[in-house]
């Protein structure tokens, strides 16, 4: 079973395929090991994509929040 969260957007969109696949692929899971969240989660009523909400975390200046406090 494929999971698109963890399928890099070229190859998503276009099917452009790659080593950097492997590369993003990789990302996602060092993110889920570093937040403690899957790829999509619940916050509050709403399903977060973990990307965006690292994406969105690095733009605010937030970026330390999304580490999972087990690693403090």
């Not at 070229?10 to 590369?23: C, M, N, T």
């Not at 090991?33 to 605010?60: C, M, P, Q, Y």
């Amino acid at each position: 079973m494929i999971n698109s969260g963890y399928m890099a957007p070229e190859y998503a969109l276009q099917g452009h395929f790659s080593v950097k696949i492997d590369v993003f692929s990789f990302g996602v899971l060092v993110l889920e090991i570093v937040t403690g969240k899957k790829n999509s989660f619940r916050n509050g009523d709403d399903i977060e994509h973990l990307i965006s909400h690292a994406w969105k975390n690095w733009r605010e200046g937030t970026a330390q929040d999304i580490i999972d406090p087990a690693f403090e």
